[in-house]
């Protein structure tokens, strides 16, 4: 049995994060097993968000004879620095089409840490009414890469184009920089994301 390491000295590339991470790949033999894990590093946080498994009880002549219970389906979302090459087998959830690169911008410092103006590229509803010098914070070494129908908006980092936020033209967003951490500029991000919800 290998033992796991974590921030391998010469390894090491971030000093916050989760204490401890592994990833468990899936085999790809069209069986449910998994490989061995591996440490993963970089990890900033892990939300699960299951939904789903609501009961339904079912009554006759006002005695319950049955409860059923709807499917849950487990959700999560990572934030991480970076990841370990097996990640890469990973496809997401196909909401948009595309994949994740590491960002390639020679003379640049990677992991992309600041601010950069955002450039417009198609109409998105949470980014409408933005002012013309709207800048965004970033804190990341890969990007997405998407058809150009995706694409809300954009950033430049030397001589990368950067995708910003995507948008599905219905309901899915993508950011890729903090809104959180964007001064106004994100706090009408997220107004303009909360005037949607009905």
Same mark, same amino acid.
């Given at each position: 049995?290998?033992?796991?390491?974590?921030?391998?000295?010469?390894?090491?590339?971030?000093?916050?994060?989760?204490?401890?991470?592994?990833?468990?790949?899936?085999k790809t033999d069209g069986t449910d097993?998994?490989?061995?894990?591996?440490?993963?590093?970089?990890?900033?946080?892990?939300?699960?968000?299951?939904?789903?498994?609501?009961?339904?009880?079912?009554? $006759?002549?006002?005695?319950?004879?049955?409860?059923?219970?709807?499917? @849950?389906?487990?959700? #999560?979302? +990572?934030? *991480?620095?970076? &990841?370990?090459?097996?990640?890469?087998?990973?496809?997401?959830?196909?909401?948009?089409?595309?994949?994740?690169?590491?960002?390639?911008?020679?003379?640049?410092v990677i992991p992309h840490m600041g601010?950069?103006?955002?450039?417009?590229?198609?109409?998105?509803?949470?980014?409408?009414?933005?002012?013309?010098?709207?800048?965004?914070?970033?804190?990341?070494?890969?990007? $997405?890469?998407?058809?150009?129908?995706?694409?809300?908006?954009?950033? @430049?980092?030397?001589? #990368?184009? +950067?995708? *910003?936020?995507? &948008?599905?033209?219905?309901?899915?967003?993508?950011?890729?920089?903090?809104?959180?951490?964007?001064?106004?500029?994100?706090?009408?991000?997220?107004?303009?994301?909360?005037?949607?919800?009905?």
């Amino acid at each position: 049995m290998s033992v796991l390491v974590w921030d391998k000295s010469e390894d090491r590339r971030y000093e916050s994060g989760v204490s401890k991470g592994v990833l468990f790949p899936k085999k790809t033999d069209g069986t449910d097993a998994y490989e061995n894990g591996v440490a993963w590093s970089g990890l900033t946080g892990v939300t699960e968000s299951p939904s789903g498994a609501d009961v339904t009880d079912l009554w $006759a002549d006002n005695i319950k004879y049955a409860s059923l219970r709807a499917e @849950e389906t487990f959700g #999560a979302t +990572i934030e *991480a620095y970076t &990841y370990p090459d097996e990640f890469e087998e990973c496809n997401g959830l196909g909401l948009i089409p595309g994949k994740v690169e590491k960002i390639v911008a020679p003379d640049m410092v990677i992991p992309h840490m600041g601010w950069n103006k955002l450039e417009m590229q198609h109409d998105c509803p949470i980014l409408r009414n933005m002012p013309e010098e709207s800048y965004v914070y970033f804190v990341h070494s890969y990007q $997405a890469v998407v058809p150009d129908e995706y694409l809300a908006a954009y950033v @430049e980092y030397g001589p #990368a184009k +950067i995708p *910003a936020m995507v &948008y599905d033209g219905k309901t899915v967003y993508g950011a890729q920089f903090h809104p959180e951490k964007s001064g106004e500029i994100g706090l009408q991000i997220l107004r303009n994301f909360g005037g949607l919800i009905q």
